[in-house]
C-alpha cells in the first residue's frame, strides 16, 4: 500500500467548512465532509493518502509535496555546464561545454567549434551524461552546500521530469546591483508552486534545474534555433507531453549580475525577443495581461474618463461574485473582488511598458485618455530602473514581432473571473 505523504498549503488557501479557494489561477473546490477532513490533516501537517482531491488540489497548485524522502542522490546527477567564456564557478566533475569561446575554454569537456547558443551546448552535454537525471547549470551560477538535496525530494513522484531552485542574483552597492537582488527576472518568489504556463510561476529559467536525462530527451532536447526563452520552451513543452515541473525555494543558488547597465540592456531586450518565437510555438502562453472582463471593464471605464461608471462597474463584480460564491462570507468575495480590481492596475500598467506602450504614443497623438494611461503606467513603475527594465524588454518583444511576423505577444487573455475549476464529484473524494 502506498505510504501516506505530506504535503504543504499554497499561500492563496483559503479554507470555509467544506469549501476551498487556492491556488493559480485561483479555484474554488466544494468538498464532500471527507474532502473537507483531509485538507483539514494536510493544514495541520499530518500525512494523507493519495488520492483523486489531492491529485486536484496539486494540479491546481493549491498544495504542494513537502518532506519526501529522496529517492536519489547526488550520484545519480551529472551537472552540464554551457559557457562562452572561463567557467569560474563551474563545479568540480561537471560536464563543460566551450560553445565557440574565443579563446578556447582550457579546461572544457566537449567544444563546439563554432557558437550555437545555450540550448546546443545543453544538448551536446546530455548526449555525455549516463545518470538518470541532469542538472543544467549555467558558468555565471554557484551552487551552495546542500543546494541538491530539496529537489531530489521530487523526483520521488515519478510524474516529476524537472525542478528548479530559487535563483537570487549577486548584490552590491550600486543602484543596478541593489535593483537587481531584489527584482531579478530570475528570482520566482519564496513561496513553491507547479510550473505552467498562465500561472504565478510559469516558467522556470535554466540558468539551474535539474531534470529527468530521459524525459529530456523524449521530447527532443532544447530548440537550438532560440537564442533566448529555449528554456521556457523546454518546460512549456515538457508540461504538454503530460510531465510535471516544479519550482522549489527551498533550494538557492547565487547568479552573478551583469557587470554593467549596457549588458543587462542588452539582456532584458534578448529576454523580451524571445516572446513572439515562444508565441508562434505555444499561443497564448505569453499574453501580456491575463485578466477577467470585468476589471478591464473598470479601468478603462476610468481611463476614458468616467470613473464613476468604472467604479460602479468595479462594484458590480463584487456583487456578483458574492453571488457565484454563496459558500463563503460576503465579506470575503468582497475582499476577493476588490483585491483583484486593484492589482488589475498594476497588470496593466506592466502590460502597457512591456508590450503596448508603442500603440498608446500613436493614440495619444489624437486621444487625451491615451496619454494619461501612459502617463499612469509610468508612474506605477514605482522606480525608475523598473521602468528601464520593462521598455527595454518591450523593446525586445517588438523587435521579435517584427522578425516572426505575429502579433501574438500583445493580445490578452480575457476570462470569467474568479477562475472556476470542475466540481470534485464527491466520490473522488471518500
Known amino acids: 500500500m502506498p505510504k501516506p505523504q505530506h504535503y504543504g498549503l499554497d499561500s492563496t488557501v483559503q479554507i470555509y467548512g467544506t469549501t ?14 471527507a474532502g473537507a477532513a483531509l485538507v483539514s490533516m494536510i493544514s ?40 562562452l567564456g572561463p567557467a569560474e564557478r563551474a563545479p568540480r566533475d561537471a560536464i563543460i561545454v566551450d560553445d565557440g569561446s ?16 545555450p540550448g546546443a551546448a545543453r544538448n551536446a552535454g546530455l548526449a555525455l551524461v549516463t545518470t538518470s537525471l ?19 525530494a521530487h523526483f520521488a513522484d ?8 530559487r535563483i537570487r542574483t549577486d548584490s552590491d552597492d550600486t543602484a543596478l546591483g541593489k535593483y537587481e537582488h531584489e527584482h531579478s527576472s530570475l528570482d520566482l518568489g519564496p513561496w513553491p508552486a507547479r510550473v505552467r504556463a498562465g500561472t504565478r510561476v510559469g516558467y522556470v529559467p535554466a540558468a539551474t534545474i535539474v531534470c529527468r536525462a530521459d524525459a529530456v530527451r523524449e521530447i527532443g532536447g532544447f530548440d537550438t534555433s532560440l537564442r533566448y526563452g529555449e528554456d521556457v520552451d523546454l518546460v512549456w513543452r ?19 549580475r551583469r557587470p554593467d547597465a549596457r549588458s543587462w540592456i542588452r539582456q532584458r531586450i534578448g529576454y523580451g525577443s524571445s516572446t ?34 468604472g467604479a460602479l462597474v468595479g462594484a458590480g463584480s463584487a456583487i456578483a461574485l458574492i453571488k457565484k460564491l454563496p459558500d463563503i462570507p460576503p465579506r470575503t468575495a468582497l475582499r476577493i473582488a476588490g483585491l483583484g480590481n486593484l492589482r488589475a492596475a498594476d497588470q496593466i500598467g506592466s502590460a502597457v511598458r512591456r508590450a503596448w506602450w508603442p500603440l498608446l ?59 472556476r475549476s470542475k466540481p470534485v464529484p464527491p466520490a473522488a473524494v471518500r
Open 158 to 165: 515519478d510524474r516529476v521530469a524537472l525542478v528548479a531552485p
Open 44 to 83: 495541520a501537517g499530518d500525512p494523507v493518502n493519495d488520492s483523486p482531491l489531492t491529485a486536484a488540489l496539486l494540479d491546481a497548485g493549491a498544495i504542494h509535496p513537502v518532506g519526501r524522502t529522496p529517492l536519489h542522490t547526488a550520484a545519480d546527477v551529472t551537472v552540464v555546464v554551457p559557457t
Open 134 to 152: 541532469v542538472a543544467f547549470v549555467d558558468s555565471d551560477v554557484e551552487l551552495a552546500d546542500g543546494w541538491l538535496e530539496p529537489l531530489l
Open 20 to 33: 476551498v479557494i487556492g491556488g493559480s489561477p485561483l479555484k474554488l473546490f466544494r468538498l464532500t465532509e
Open 276 to 309: 513572439a518565437p515562444l508565441a508562434k510555438r505555444h499561443p497564448r502562453s505569453v499574453a501580456p495581461l491575463r485578466m477577467s472582463g470585468w476589471s478591464i471593464a473598470a479601468w478603462t471605464l476610468g481611463a476614458v474618463g468616467r470613473p464613476v461608471a
Open 361 to 419: 504614443v500613436v493614440a495619444a497623438c489624437r486621444f487625451k485618455s491615451a496619454r494619461k494611461v501612459l502617463l499612469a503606467a509610468a508612474v506605477s513603475a514605482r522606480k525608475p530602473l523598473r521602468l528601464v527594465d520593462d521598455l527595454a524588454f518591450s523593446v525586445g518583444v517588438w523587435k521579435g514581432m517584427l522578425a516572426e511576423r505575429t502579433l501574438g505577444p500583445l493580445v490578452p487573455e480575457i476570462s470569467s473571473w474568479p477562475g
Open 238 to 256: 515538457l508540461v504538454h507531453a503530460g510531465w510535471v515541473c516544479r519550482y522549489e525555494p527551498a533550494s538557492e543558488v547565487r547568479h552573478a
Open 102 to 117: 574565443q579563446p578556447p575554454v582550457p579546461n572544457a569537456t566537449l567544444r563546439l567549434t563554432n557558437n550555437q547558443g
